[in-house]
């Protein structure tokens, strides 16, 4: 027990050791996030190629875990990783994914929330001097023919697109960069703050100011409770959609809600942030 201990203070004194768990957490969230989309409920493969990209990401993972001596988890990911090559149920790859990535956090003490509230005016500003290159000014890439990319970046613009994307995957992505992809890490060029800031405000584009998010906002005022930048960091859109399905609101009205929540959200002590 306290040579367990032992290794798990040494791995978060060591700013190398702490970078490694940071990058096998994300890799992780990545499986937690997108294995529905290569496996379905039956187990039938949905898509070679991101099924593929998933056992990579967990063996990859895996061997960061190692290198940052916790062979224990690394343990866990290989056990992950024959489910995931059994193509078992998404419901049990995602779980025990979420699980395993909180363990990482935990033990590594990862920045898994923003430790203040997001900037939203700040992340525009960053967005566009880091971002805007690749995934538009407006969330919308360029053209294959105008960027050449081995992978095309993600259209912030697009609902459908980032459906599946939380704040805190974005942020893990500007963190560490994303595998397999031309999507560098900013972990350097950006601080932690930053990154929150950045990663809050590009969720926001597919929700541009419109009659849609005028609607979404006068319908928050009027609600009992909404949720605060902690709960929104680590929640998708299809996610908050879900919760919002049970509100009694028209599907039109939940859309409206989602919009306001992402571009206007409230601070823990009840403020909207702009």
Excluded: N
């Amino acid at each position: 027990m306290a040579g367990w201990l032992l290794v798990a203070l040494l791995a978060v004194a060591d700013p190398a050791l702490r970078e490694r768990a940071g990058r096998a957490s994300a890799l992780v969230s990545y499986v937690a996030g997108d294995y529905a989309v290569a496996v379905g409920p039956r187990g039938e493969v949905l898509s070679p190629e991101e099924l593929a990209e998933q056992g990579q990401f967990v063996r990859e993972a895996a061997a960061e875990l190692r290198a940052a001596d916790a062979g224990d988890l690394a343990r866990e990911l290989d056990v992950l990783g024959g489910r995931v090559d059994a193509r078992a149920a998404p419901a049990q790859v995602i779980g025990e994914a979420q699980r395993i990535a909180a363990r990482i956090a935990q033990r590594f003490d990862l920045a898994v929330l923003p430790r203040v509230q997001p900037d939203l005016r700040r992340g525009q500003r960053l967005y566009r001097q880091a971002c805007a290159a690749c995934h538009g000014a407006q969330g919308t890439p360029p053209l294959p023919e105008r960027l050449p990319l081995p992978t095309h970046p993600v259209a912030f613009s697009s609902k459908p697109e980032i459906a599946r994307l939380s704040p805190q995957r974005v942020y893990s992505a500007a963190t560490y960069g994303v595998p397999g992809t031309a999507m560098p890490s900013f972990g350097e060029a950006l601080t932690e703050t930053e990154r929150w800031d950045v990663s809050f405000y590009a969720l926001t584009l597919a929700h541009a100011r419109g009659s849609e998010r005028v609607r979404g906002e006068d319908l928050l005022r009027k609600a009992p409770r909404t949720p605060d930048y902690l709960q929104l960091a680590v929640r998708s859109d299809d996610q908050l959609r879900a919760a919002l399905s049970r509100s009694g609101l028209s599907p039109e009205d939940r859309e409206a809600v989602l919009s306001a929540v992402r571009a206007a959200f409230p601070s823990k002590a009840g403020r909207a942030s702009r």
